[in-house]
């Protein structure tokens, strides 16, 4: 018994070093582990499962292992008997093999592991419910499929309880793995919605602890996210204006999780995105964007083009609240391109309503910085980046009529961009006389004419409607 006990020990130990991971791969030690598994001594069988966490939880190949010897049964089948380590051990297993790939899950899920799973949720010890959570967690992050055998398996109302447990723990790691059910579909985000977790997700957004407020708020925003219906039950559950000090905390992850939740219930109707108005939301997350660098920054950006996008009052909104000179210092400050991309596409969205809203992008002399992202070889080759920032200049430039802004474009502008600057001048000019001089002036006039438009074509027309509002001796 004691050289069985040594034995279990001196695995799980080894196993928790990488450096000795090789050399228990090769001795074959899953396969010397798995007798011990039914071993009469509950201190061997717990450490066992110890040491076969540990081995799973260093790779995929070793997991693989653990599943092909055939332990999984062998690990399940008196759990619920079982001491509470020894159910800690084993969630833990089935925990690390979860996580590698949907398959591994899925041979979880096949053993019928998730039935002995649900009665750990159900025990008294804290420890063995974080234990369960966890492992139904990593399962259900794959796929929809997989999230659905964690529902089918009676999991979702039992998790509700835990976030409603006192240990911090295991609210975080329940909130975690409501996140991960919800995400995959609107389906199974009502599961979660059904089984009553909003209320007590929304109760805990003002939680002390940074890490469990990043877990609820990303479960709100995954549930959020789905459907207008979805959304809106959120929102019910009174997280405004509560939901905005998170934007000012000094927790990143908390600050780019709340900037989510609230996107992800912006980018729905007019009337979610004027009830965030309504609430303070556009000034503070305008704040936020000002506080933060990088990727924290993005779903914010994304906010204030979602709301802008709705409607020109919503738009008018972003505008008064301050919300294009932030948008400008992402577009130079930041070096990632897919975030330049959504601070071009927000300013896009801000622009394309009237000519009024195109005049404030324009005289935040944004368009040449738009511009030179725009044409910059070092640019990411991403067709999508290039097509949304192209599709942002072009929203501005179709409504912009403030003619001082738009004439250094001139001098710069490659072919696909000159039509649409061509074609404001073309429909100012003909009805300002003081736009017309200071179009000679500046040089404009002189450009147009070095302009090679092919016969018949658009950009002709509109050079053709320029030149016709000059005597044809300044023309020449």
């Known amino acids: 018994q004691r050289a069985r006990s040594q034995f279990a020990q001196a695995v799980a130990d080894l196993a928790a070093r990488p450096q000795s991971i090789d050399t228990l791969r090769s001795a074959g030690v899953v396969c010397l582990l798995r007798p011990l598994l039914l071993d009469v001594v509950p201190s061997i069988r717990q450490t066992t499962a110890l040491a076969l966490g540990r081995l799973a939880d260093y790779d995929v190949e070793l997991a693989e ?36 790939s949907p398959q591994l899950a899925w041979a979880i899920v096949q053993c019928g592991a998730l039935e002995m799973l649900v009665i750990c949720l159900e025990d008294f010890d804290p420890g063995v419910k974080e234990g369960a959570s966890w492992a139904f967690g990593y399962i ?22 835990c976030i409603q447990e006192p240990e911090i723990a295991l609210k975080r790691i329940a909130a975690s793995t409501l996140s991960d059910i919800s995400k995959h579909s609107p389906e199974l985000a009502q599961t979660v919605v059904d089984a009553g977790a909003i209320a007590y997700l929304a109760q805990l957004i ?56 609230i996107r992800e219930i912006a980018k729905h109707t007019p ?42 009052n919503l738009s008018m909104a972003v505008i008064v609240s301050k919300g294009i000179p932030p948008l400008c210092v992402c577009l130079i400050e930041e070096h990632e391109d897919h975030i330049k991309a959504a601070a ?75 039509k649409h600057i061509i074609g ?34 658009l950009l002709q027309e509109y050079i053709n409607t320029i030149n016709n509002c000059y005597p044809e001796e300044i023309v020449r």
């Not at 073309?426 to 302009?451: M, Y």
Request: net charge positive; proline share 6%; charged share 20%.
């Open 65 to 100: 292992a653990v599943v092909k010897a055939g332990i999984l049964p062998h690990l399940i089948c008196s759990l619920p008997e079982e001491n509470r380590y020894y159910k800690k051990a084993a969630a833990f297993v089935l925990r690390a093999i979860a996580k590698h």
């Open 424 to 457: 404001q001048f073309s429909k100012v000019l003909p009805h300002d006389s003081k736009a017309r001089r200071l179009f000679v002036t500046t040089g404009g006039l002189k450009k147009v004419q070095e302009i090679q438009a092919e016969p018949g074509s």
């Open 206 to 261: 003002p939680n002390p602890d940074a890490k469990l407020k990043r877990q609820v708020l990303s479960a709100l925003s995954q549930i959020a996210k789905h459907s207008v219906d979805l959304a809106e039950l959120v929102v019910e559950a009174e997280i405004f204006p509560v939901v905005l000090t998170c934007l000012k905390d000094s927790d990143e992850y908390v600050k780019k999780n709340g900037a989510t939740l």
């Open 344 to 418: 071009a596409w927000a300013l896009g969205q801000i622009g394309r309503h009237t000519a009024e809203h195109a005049r404030h992008v324009a005289v935040a002399n944004v368009l040449p910085t738009l511009l030179d992202i725009f044409v910059d070889t070092r640019s990411s080759e991403d067709l999508k980046v290039k097509a949304s920032r192209f599709k942002a200049l072009k929203n501005i430039l179709q409504k912009c009529t403030h003619l001082p802004a738009l004439e250094p474009l001139l001098h710069e502008a490659p072919p696909s961009i000159m």
């Open 140 to 161: 259900a992050r794959h796929n929809p499929e997989l999230s659905q055998a964690v529902v089918d398996a009676g999991a979702v109302p039992l998790l509700v309880l």
């Open 271 to 312: 009337e979610l995105s004027q009830f965030i108005v309504n609430s303070g939301g556009i000034a503070a997350v305008i704040d936020c964007i000002g506080s933060c660098r990088g990727t924290v920054r993005l779903p914010g950006i994304m906010t204030l083009g979602y709301v802008a996008a709705h409607s020109e």
